[in-house]
């Protein structure tokens, strides 16, 4: 007699979770110029004219230095109190909020090439870049506003006078994801969910090679 595999009701859970209200990308352009002084001191001047074979690259990092992944939420701070608008979409009337914002990101300009013959990495402090923005969200009062970085292209212009560094282009091309959210608590039948098997190595059956019985044994 074949049993029949019991049918396991799911369990209704209560699950604190972020609901989001709304989201939108947003794609900034940025160029800056940042002084020499203000990069701190590196060890080589890239102006130097024993320096040779000049590379730049340029990446983000978070307040502490460390690098900064894609996805990573940035500092934000609101820059004006929220504000209601009316708008007319597909036909109806909805009220969102105006939402001015900055949020904060940190370069790091990482500069290499041979001082003679003696090949050097050196990198800038943390050059910090405020990126103001203003939209229109469903954004009521009670939500919290999220930017993380979604993509970024850096690129590194190193102006010099004579044999000394004076200062840096950078060039940004930004997009960032923008939300506004809320702590829920949300009610749904669900079944907990088990560990999977562990996968082990397993030896294989031993192959035996192809004989030619055309012409052995014949």
Excluded: H
Aim: hydrophobic content about 40%.
């Amino acid at each position: 007699m074949v049993e029949t595999p019991q049918q396991i009701e799911p369990d209704l859970l209560c699950i604190n979770t972020d609901q989001v209200y709304d989201w939108v990308l947003l794609q900034a352009n940025i160029n800056n110029t940042v002084l020499a002084a203000d990069i701190g001191p590196l060890p080589v001047d890239p102006a130097d004219p024993a320096v040779s074979n000049l590379t730049t690259n340029c990446f983000l990092v978070d307040a502490a230095g460390n690098p900064l992944s894609l996805n990573s939420e940035l500092p934000v701070i609101e820059t004006n109190d929220r504000q209601d608008r009316t708008f007319i979409i597909d036909g109806k009337q909805v009220i969102l909020q105006r939402v001015s914002f900055q949020s904060t990101i940190n370069v790091v300009v990482e500069i290499s090439g041979l001082n003679g013959t003696t090949p050097f990495v050196e990198q800038t402090a943390p050059i910090a870049i405020e990126i103001p923005d203003t939209i229109f969200l469903c954004a009521p009062e009670g939500t919290d506003l999220v930017v993380r970085m979604s993509d970024v292209e850096c690129n590194v212009v190193l102006n010099t006078t004579g044999t000394t560094l004076t200062s840096i282009d950078l060039s940004l091309n930004l997009c960032q994801s923008v939300q506004s959210i809320t702590n829920v608590t949300v009610e749904l039948p669900a079944n907990f969910c088990q560990p999977r098997d562990v996968f082990t190595e397993q030896c294989s059956t031993p192959v035996i090679p192809a004989q030619c019985p055309v012409v052995f044994p014949g």
